[in-house]
């Protein structure tokens, strides 16, 4: 598939992808299981469970965007363009907070109670590709005008564009908690 002349804000969100894989490894590659599943705190996630909350959140929201996209006619656009809402619930609830504020994932995006299997992170991967592969296909397509039916909150009907800027602020977000839980003095060393 030939990306050459994708629009640029396919380039910008399959790099902070592809930079979301970098980090992804620097932080899971090479943990053992009780460090993979090792919580600072009671009700705290661990790595592995913002590895798996963020797998599950691409599994959730890539489907519906993806559909959006079937039957359309072609039409590019130059940039994602968030409206006032959209730019307001990414700043609120998905982009990196440097305070460490928090809101709670929907229970359908949650990571498991339980520990998490050491397979999370190719599946994290996985998944990121996936994410790439539909940024290029929908660089084919008005994204700030095609809807899709947010899967988390039914009401509410985001651009294609602006699910895609979700994905790649989400993984920021969850990447820079699963940083916090690795540089925590009390983690398990070998």
Known sequence: MAHSTAPAWSHRLVSELEA???RAEQLARGLTYEQLNWTPAPGAWSVGQCLQHLLIANQVYLQ???KALDGRPPSPVNEVR???FSSWFIRTYIAPS???ARSPAPKK???AQDDVDLSVLDAFL???LAARELIFRAGHYDVNRIRFKNPLVP???FTVGTGLEIVSNHERRHLLQAERVRESPAFPRL
């Open 20 to 22: 979301a894989d970098q």
């Open 64 to 66: 519906p965007i993806s």
């Open 82 to 84: 968030l409206g006032w």
């Open 98 to 100: 440097s305070s460490g």
């Open 109 to 111: 995006i949650r990571p």
């Open 126 to 128: 996985a998944s990121n």
């Open 155 to 157: 009401l509410v009907r």
